[in-house]
Every structure is written in C-alpha cells, then in structure tokens.
C-alpha cells in the first residue's frame, strides 16, 4: 500500500553540526507534507510544512526539501542544538483524501554535546 | 495558549471497563482527530469528525466509538477495554478538512490495559 516512511531510524549528530532527515514518500498524488517534532512524554509538535508545488521552503534553522521526481522529502537543521534531539515525523496529504495524513514511523535525533 | 487539550494524562484499566478520553480544543478549529501510537507503528487514525455534527472512521476504528460533542470537544470511548488497546492516544485538531494546514496534537493520554 501506499505508505510515507523514513529512511534511518536513528541519527547522532555533534552539537553545532548540521542535520539532515530524510522521507520517502510513495503516493505520486501527494500535495502537501508536514514535518512534526516529538519529544519524550508530549504530542508530535508542527515544525514546517510545505506544498507540492513548492521544492524548498525555510523557517527558522529549518528547511524542507522536496524532490517530486524521486518522492523525496527530507529537513535540514541547521546548527543542532540538544533541544532539538527528539523523534522527527514527516507526514503527506493527498487533498482529494481531505482529513488524512499519512505519517512515517519517525527518526529519532540524538545530539551529542 | 492551551492548544488541544487532553484528559486523563495517565489511566490504567482492567480488561472489559469501559472509558471516555476527552479532548478539547480553543483553536476555533473545525475537523478533530483521534489516532493511537505503538511502537514501531507509526501513528494510525482510529476517527475523525470533519466538521461538528459527522464522524467518520479512520484506519482502525474496531473497538471505539466517537462522539463530537460540539466543535471544541471530541471524546473516544472505550466500550469493553482489551490489552490490544494499550497505547498512547492522541488528539487533534486542524482548521478544516480540505486545507494545506497542519494538524495541531495534544500531549496525549497514556493507557493500559491489564
């Protein structure tokens, strides 16, 4: 079936380095992804979204990439901080599918001090 | 700026008691969601309620019932509690239902079932 998933299930970074988190999504009708942040013990928190007629968009340390060619999303983090270690969900919608999202299994970020 | 709000944080149950987890939101949101977490499964859609007044199943909806009480509170019952129902479940709330927005989640509700 049609599935978002995420290609390693753990990353150890060095604090102050760059991260980068990859997605790969099968459903070719997709139009729009979302990139959420789960810490220990709280709810997946939004990070950044981005449409499908969009292949980059920046918020703050943050920038998603999308390659529709490949069904390859993937955020970058910039200068990873301890604060940022928790578990990184993408997630697609197809708008004829209204409500639903598709979520990956989620990586989980480890920054080393 | 409370967000999607979630009762009980925390419950332990026997198998066969039933409960209701709560869940409000003060975001003037129209479409609400309940889904549940397991490990190594992702987070799967149990029902939605697209707009207040309709609910609709999710993925897994066998053992739940929903009810959208208005459009700030939309409740999950647990009719007969089985072990298969342990997880985290979590609520969530979006603007609407055909929109390029995120959905906004609570922090959860941690049940087990013995």
């Known amino acids: 079936g049609e599935s978002v998933g995420l290609h390693l299930p753990t990353l150890s970074v060095q604090e102050g380095d760059n991260s980068i988190i990859n997605c790969a999504y099968s459903n070719s009708a997709s139009d729009y992804f979302i990139w959420y942040k789960q810490e220990s013990g709280k709810g997946p928190q939004f990070i950044i979204d981005i449409r499908s007629n969009m292949d980059k968009r920046q918020g703050q340390r943050v920038t998603v990439l999308l390659n529709k060619t490949v069904k390859h999303l993937s955020l970058q983090i910039a200068a990873t901080q301890p604060g940022d270690s928790a578990v990184y969900f993408c997630?697609?919608?197809?708008?004829?599918?209204?409500?639903?999202?598709?979520f990956g299994e989620g990586t989980q970020l480890t920054v080393n001090p | 700026n409370a967000g999607v709000t979630q009762t009980p944080k925390f419950q332990v149950l026997k198998t066969g008691q039933s409960m209701t987890l709560q869940c409000a939101q003060d975001?003037?949101?129209?479409?609400m969601y309940w889904y549940r977490q397991d490990p190594g499964m992702g987070l799967r859609l149990i029902y939605y309620s697209a707009s207040e007044g309709t609910t609709d199943k999710g993925e897994v909806p066998n053992g739940y019932n929903v009810s959208r009480l208005n459009k700030r509170e939309f409740s999950l019952r647990l009719e007969s509690a089985a072990p298969s129902q342990t997880s985290v479940y979590f609520c969530?709330?979006?603007?609407?239902?055909?929109?390029?927005?995120?959905?906004?989640f609570g922090d959860g509700t941690r049940l087990s079932i013995l």
């Open positions: 975001m003037n949101h129209n479409s």
């Open positions: 997630a697609e919608n197809k708008e004829t599918s209204g409500s639903r999202l598709t």
């Open positions: 969530a709330s979006r603007l609407t239902e055909y929109s390029n927005q995120p959905q906004h």
